[in-house]
């Protein structure tokens, strides 16, 4: 069965500065890879996810993630982040039969 | 496109009570998913359908947890009777179904429960 790693449970970081939100995973079949963000008091929002054939993935805020099959990571990056990047961080792994599992999330702390 | 409806958004009640939450996916998604999310910690899956048919049910407490989607469309979570580590926010999600392909789950703003 496919599980997901989150080792971080929060990430504080300076408005401006580069953040890394570190994901692992284990699978025996190929998986799919998420991230999700959500904000306070709010639902899951796909923030990027991976597309066979290109191991580095965008968002359209400025996150990207790269795929990393020899060492089972989806680890997310942003080189600037900004205050209302603040919230809930959750990687996911689907495999073709569309289970998927949820990391235990890192929680994004920005801070001026 | 509407998103995924869910209701009620918040629900307070006391233990050994039952309680039921609603959901109305995606128009045209085949597969809709329960996760319970716990104050701190990341989704669990309860109970995933595909139409109408449950296609992993593996960690529902099936003594008091039950789920139906009667005409594979929306469905119905229900708790009886609740115990005090039941609170936590019930999620909702529907996707397109492909086993193939990279389709996404497209969350509900979910269930708050308290139970006390």
């Known amino acids: 069965a496919q599980s997901v790693t989150q080792l971080d449970s929060q990430v504080p970081v300076f408005e401006e500065a580069p953040v890394e939100l570190r994901c692992n995973y284990s699978?025996?079949?190929?998986?799919?890879l998420f991230w999700y963000v959500q904000y306070p008091n709010q639902g899951l929002q796909l923030l990027l996810k991976y597309l066979s054939g290109s191991t580095l993935v965008e968002s359209i805020n400025g996150f990207e993630a790269e795929f990393n099959k020899s060492q089972t990571s989806f680890h997310l990056r942003k080189p600037s982040v900004h205050i209302s990047d603040t919230a809930e961080y959750f990687c996911a792994v689907r495999t073709g039969f569309q289970k998927l599992v949820f990391g235990t999330g890192t929680r994004l702390l920005v801070s001026p | 496109e509407a998103g995924v409806a869910q209701s009620p958004r918040y629900k307070i009640i006391e233990k050994r009570q039952s309680v039921a939450f609603w959901c109305n996916p995606i128009s045209g998604h085949a597969t809709l998913y329960w996760y319970q999310q716990i104050l701190g910690q990341g989704p669990k899956l309860l109970i995933q359908?595909?139409?109408?048919?449950?296609?992993?049910d593996s960690q529902l407490p099936k003594d008091r947890f039950s789920a139906e989607r009667l005409k594979g469309v929306d469905s119905t979570l229900k708790i009886q009777p609740a115990k005090l580590e039941d609170s936590a926010v019930y999620l909702c999600?529907?996707?397109?179904?492909?086993?193939?392909?990279?389709?996404?789950?497209?969350f509900g703003q979910g269930t708050r429960l308290t139970v006390v």
């Open positions: 359908f595909q139409n109408n048919g449950v296609v992993d």
């Open positions: 699978s025996s079949v190929s998986v799919y």
């Open positions: 999600a529907s996707s397109l179904y492909s086993r193939d392909k990279n389709t996404e789950a497209f």
